[in-house]
């Protein structure tokens, strides 16, 4: 995959698929120690030991549909093509968790891409559950999104609604711009 948002967006569909009903999104940069951090974290289904131990090989996936599972594998490929490291934790009923460390000066790091539209992707396919709370994170500089505040406020106003979903846009925008303009500023 050409950006990391594409990747986030397919590893969050596994949570999805898992049954998770909040799945957490952290993409934490530190430009002291040179990393990108990204963990993708679910409270869904989980996964046996047995599927823990194959999960990173290719030719494991628990889809009927094909005989391959390529998520996982690129990521992991990715992350240690960039000098970087990659794990996964998973208990059966109580979710799963990826963390793909890079370095950030690396020459193949893709791009992050479009985090805010794989965001709204995400809510706009999965309106009713899960819940996403992704924090972005520039040093010490960081901006939370969370769809439980959203739905608190909102009450029975569903976040596919295109008024709602135009304000996720605009926050989320704000959002990445307010850490970014932070942490440019900081650099001069």
């Avoid at 397919?10 to 999805?16: A, C, F, G, R, Y």
Wanted: with cysteine; glycine share 6%.
């Amino acid at each position: 995959m050409f950006e990391l948002s594409l990747h986030i967006l397919d590893l969050v569909q596994n949570s999805i698929t898992a049954g998770a009903t909040l799945v957490v999104i952290e993409v934490i940069y530190d430009t002291d120690r040179d990393t990108l951090t990204i963990t993708i974290k679910d409270d869904g289904k989980g996964m046996d030991e047995a599927l823990l131990a194959r999960v990173t090989s290719p030719f494991a996936t628990t889809r009927t549909t094909r005989k391959v599972g390529l998520g996982i594998p690129m990521f992991k490929q990715c992350a240690e093509m960039c000098d970087g490291t990659f794990t996964i934790e998973s208990k059966l009923g109580e979710g799963t968790c990826l963390t793909a460390t890079f370095r950030r000066s690396h020459l193949d790091l893709p791009p992050l891409g479009d985090l805010i539209d794989t965001m709204r992707s995400l809510i706009l396919g999965s309106p009713d559950k899960p819940d996403f709370r992704l924090l972005y994170q520039i040093d010490e500089k960081e901006f939370c999104f969370d769809t439980r505040e959203i739905r608190q406020a909102l009450g029975p106003v569903p976040l596919n609604e295109p008024a709602v979903m135009e304000w996720i846009h605009e926050a989320l925008k704000e959002g990445f711009d307010e850490v970014e303009s932070t942490h440019n500023e900081q650099s001069e």
